[in-house]
Nanobody, 126 residues
Framework: QVQVVETGGDVVQPGGSLRLSCLVSSETFNTYTLGWFRQAPGKEREFVAAIRRGGGGTYYKDSVKGRFTVSRDNARKMSYLQMNNLQPEDTAVYYC???????????????????WGHGIQVTVSS
């Protein structure tokens, strides 16, 4: 059974940085595309970033480009979301997810991700 666990959530001030970590316990971790999604209060869950299997290709929501960086460490079965210059509108529960497809057209589609973490709170506030 594949388990996904996010860590690293916190309360930070505007302009601050935070790094989220995601452990995916699977022997086939290297074959997964990993995605990060978020859900703000009163809003639907949305795509934030993704990295395709093999480390090739990263994708971002427009509003986080240049501020967020997604990466993966296949040896540790981890994905990371480095978030810089955080703003109050980044406040949300952040989810890590994994999908086996790896098809480019499915990268931003949360319905295509088979495995999900429980989510972790990120609050940006002064």
């Amino acid at each position: 059974q594949v388990q996904v666990v996010e860590t690293g959530g916190d309360v930070v001030q505007p302009g601050g940085s935070l790094r989220l970590s995601c452990l995916v316990s699977s022997e086939t971790f290297n074959t997964y595309t990993l995605g990060w999604f978020r859900q703000a209060p009163g809003k639907e869950r949305e795509f934030v970033a993704a990295i395709r299997r093999g480390g090739g290709g990263t994708y971002y929501k427009d509003s986080v480009k240049g501020r967020f960086t997604v990466s993966r460490d296949n040896a540790r079965k981890m994905s990371y979301l480095q978030m810089n210059n955080l703003q109050p509108e980044d406040t949300a529960v952040y989810y890590c997810a994994a999908q086996a497809h790896g098809i480019l057209s499915t990268i931003r589609d949360q319905s295509q991700y088979q495995y999900w973490g429980h989510g972790i709170q990120v609050t940006v506030s002064s």
